[in-house]
């Protein structure tokens, strides 16, 4: 049987980063087992679906690479197809017409409340004939659920779940007014589009049963559930806006790699051994739902900088120079030209290695694009001292003749030039920065003597010396 999995968000927000991790175990789940990966948006409750959201959500799917097979499904599109299935239901007599007015409805849970009983509907209409029927009461349709014996969920990551089916009432179906309740469409969505197994968060646990009971009652197959620990915060409540971004979104403009959220995602509440840095095709090799564990996960920020780090260091130079290019024309407040696309690239070998997010690669990058002559900050005008000046002063001459311009040959000029002045490297390395660059913070200075190049080296310290000496 061909492994059928889907991700089902609701477009009444942005995509929460538990969303984010469901959809990513499903798309993995059904990749590692060579089937499909399916799409549908719930989008029922017209009143909070926006397509921003809708867009929200499938751009946030995009960014993290977990492509949908198929055209999305969209729930609402389906009432039709859901209200036949309650009527079928109730000619099998395994539904019925509840006329309960929601005064009724408010009373009998009130009463319940008072006398301590756990808030259930009562069954009032459950054996009744609709020729009782009040007037001007619309009835919905509710479940003849059973009344006896149990009912089991047979979920692969909390094992097998029973519940006495006491403990459920009749639930509504279709509501008075003819649309659909949130069970009845999953159940009938979830058939429809061929899906063998429901991966979702474990705030899902309590729909299982009640599901199950629907697909029994159509005589349509069960298919397996896995029920996912919700992600926490570092306090170990519930992940919310007070623990800061909670949206991949938001994670892809702080400036993280798709691929770091991704391997951070699939390391909450899923474990593969000792491994942490998990490139996709190995998660795709070995994801299965036996590794995930029962336990709320944490998310920690720390970790997720700490592997984004990593895939920074080893990613494509190129692809991270068009990464980078956005957030350095938002810090200059102009679109980066090709040649200023040509200087990034050239940095970008040096600057990768220093910098833990795209913001601050960025950040690290505007150096490169400042105008000559050059603004000097505070602390490059303490290092351009009369001495460092006069440092400078004799190294020109020597950078002007080398005739190899490459950050080996430069650093073994420079270090010559330091030794014959019989000071430290650092006498004319920091001295070197501070002209270059207007401030002290750079990547190494011999690449970045290599990125400049000879003549707007040569010319950018002839203008430091000019000012300074």
Same mark, same amino acid.
């Given at each position: 049987?061909?492994?059928?999995?889907?991700?089902?968000?609701?477009?009444?927000?942005?995509?929460?980063?538990?969303?984010?991790?469901?959809?990513?175990?499903?798309?993995?789940?059904?990749?590692?087992?060579?089937?499909?990966?399916?799409?549908?948006?719930?989008?029922?409750?017209?009143?909070?679906?926006?397509?921003?959201?809708?867009?929200?959500?499938?751009?946030?799917?995009?960014?993290?690479?977990?492509?949908?097979? +198929?055209?999305?499904?969209?729930?609402?599109?389906?009432?039709?197809?859901?209200?036949?299935?309650?009527?079928?239901?109730?000619?099998? +007599?395994?539904?019925?017409?509840?006329?309960?007015?929601?005064?009724?409805?408010?009373?009998?849970?009130?009463?319940?409340?008072?006398? /301590?009983?756990?808030?259930?509907?009562? /069954?009032?209409?459950?054996?009744?004939?609709?020729?009782?029927?009040? $007037?001007?009461?619309?009835?919905?349709?509710?479940?003849?659920?059973?009344?006896?014996?149990?009912?089991?969920?047979?979920?692969?990551?909390?094992?097998?779940?029973?519940?006495?089916?006491?403990?459920?009432?009749?639930?509504?179906?279709?509501?008075?007014?003819?649309?659909?309740?949130?069970?009845?469409?999953?159940?009938?969505?979830?058939?429809?589009?061929?899906?063998?197994?429901?991966?979702?968060?474990?705030?899902?646990?309590?729909?299982?049963?009640?599901?199950?009971?629907?697909?029994?009652?159509?005589?349509? $197959?069960?298919?397996?559930?896995?029920?996912?620990?919700?992600?926490?915060?570092? $306090?170990?409540?519930?992940?919310?806006?007070?623990?800061?971004?909670?949206?991949?979104?938001?994670?892809?403009?702080?400036?993280?790699?798709?691929?770091?959220?991704?391997?951070?995602?699939?390391?909450?509440?899923?474990?593969? +051994?000792?491994?942490?840095?998990?490139?996709?095709?190995?998660?795709?090799?070995?994801?299965?739902?036996?590794?995930? /564990?029962?336990?709320?996960?944490?998310?920690?920020?720390?970790?997720?900088?700490?592997?984004?780090?990593?895939?920074?260091?080893?990613?494509?130079?190129?692809?991270?120079?068009?990464?980078?290019?956005?957030?350095?024309?938002?810090?200059?407040?102009?679109?980066?030209?090709?040649?200023?696309?040509?200087?990034?690239?050239?940095?970008?070998?040096?600057?990768?290695?220093?910098?833990?997010?795209?913001?601050?690669?960025?950040?690290?990058?505007?150096?490169?694009?400042?105008?000559?002559?050059?603004?000097?900050?505070?602390?490059?005008?303490?290092?351009?001292?009369?001495?460092?000046?006069?440092?400078?002063?004799?190294?020109?001459?020597?950078?002007?003749?080398?005739?190899?311009?490459?950050?080996?040959?430069?650093?073994?000029?420079?270090?010559?030039?330091?030794?014959?002045?019989?000071?430290?490297?650092?006498?004319?390395?920091?001295?070197?920065?501070?002209?270059?660059? /207007?401030?002290?913070?750079?990547?190494?200075?011999?690449?970045?003597?290599?990125?400049?190049?000879?003549?707007?080296?040569?010319?950018?310290?002839?203008?430091?010396?000019?000012?300074?000496?």
């Amino acid at each position: 049987m061909t492994v059928v999995t889907r991700f089902a968000p609701s477009p009444t927000g942005f995509l929460h980063i538990g969303g984010a991790r469901t959809a990513l175990f499903n798309w993995l789940y059904a990749r590692h087992h060579g089937g499909t990966f399916l799409l549908r948006v719930e989008d029922t409750d017209r009143k909070r679906s926006t397509d921003d959201a809708i867009e929200a959500i499938f751009e946030s799917l995009r960014w993290l690479e977990l492509d949908w097979d +198929g055209e999305p499904l969209f729930q609402f599109a389906r009432v039709d197809r859901h209200a036949a299935v309650a009527q079928e239901l109730l000619e099998a +007599g395994k539904a019925y017409l509840c006329y309960c007015s929601p005064e009724e409805l408010t009373a009998m849970r009130e009463n319940a409340s008072a006398e /301590g009983r756990p808030v259930r509907y009562d /069954g009032t209409w459950r054996n009744r004939d609709s020729s009782e029927a009040p $007037d001007g009461i619309a009835p919905a349709i509710r479940l003849k659920a059973p009344q006896t014996g149990e009912t089991i969920i047979r979920d692969k990551v909390q094992g097998d779940i029973t519940i006495g089916n006491e403990q459920l009432d009749d639930m509504i179906l279709l509501r008075s007014d003819g649309t659909p309740t949130y069970m009845l469409a999953v159940v009938v969505d979830d058939h429809d589009m061929g899906v063998t197994d429901v991966i979702r968060g474990d705030d899902h646990l309590t729909n299982a049963a009640r599901q199950t009971q629907i697909y029994e009652a159509l005589g349509w $197959d069960v298919p397996a559930f896995a029920h996912i620990p919700l992600i926490h915060g570092p $306090d170990g409540a519930k992940m919310s806006k007070r623990h800061g971004a909670v949206g991949p979104e938001a994670y892809r403009n702080m400036g993280f790699l798709p691929e770091a959220m991704q391997n951070y995602l699939l390391r909450l509440g899923w474990g593969h +051994g000792d491994d942490e840095i998990i490139p996709r095709d190995k998660a795709v090799e070995w994801f299965d739902l036996s590794g995930v /564990g029962r336990s709320p996960a944490r998310f920690d920020l720390d970790k997720l900088i700490a592997l984004n780090l990593h895939y920074m260091k080893v990613a494509d130079d190129k692809r991270l120079t068009e990464l980078t290019a956005p957030f350095v024309a938002a810090e200059l407040g102009r679109e980066l030209s090709v040649e200023d696309i040509a200087l990034l690239a050239r940095a970008m070998p040096s600057m990768k290695e220093r910098a833990k997010t795209l913001v601050e690669l960025g950040a690290n990058a505007l150096f490169l694009f400042r105008e000559r002559p050059l603004a000097f900050d505070a602390k490059a005008t303490k290092v351009l001292s009369p001495e460092a000046i006069e440092h400078l002063s004799a190294l020109r001459p020597l950078l002007a003749e080398v005739q190899a311009w490459d950050a080996e040959t430069l650093e073994a000029l420079v270090r010559a030039a330091a030794e014959a002045r019989e000071v430290g490297l650092g006498k004319l390395a920091q001295p070197l920065r501070a002209a270059l660059t /207007g401030g002290t913070v750079s990547p190494p200075i011999f690449d970045v003597l290599d990125v400049f190049g000879r003549d707007e080296c040569l010319a950018r310290l002839d203008e430091a010396i000019a000012a300074f000496g």
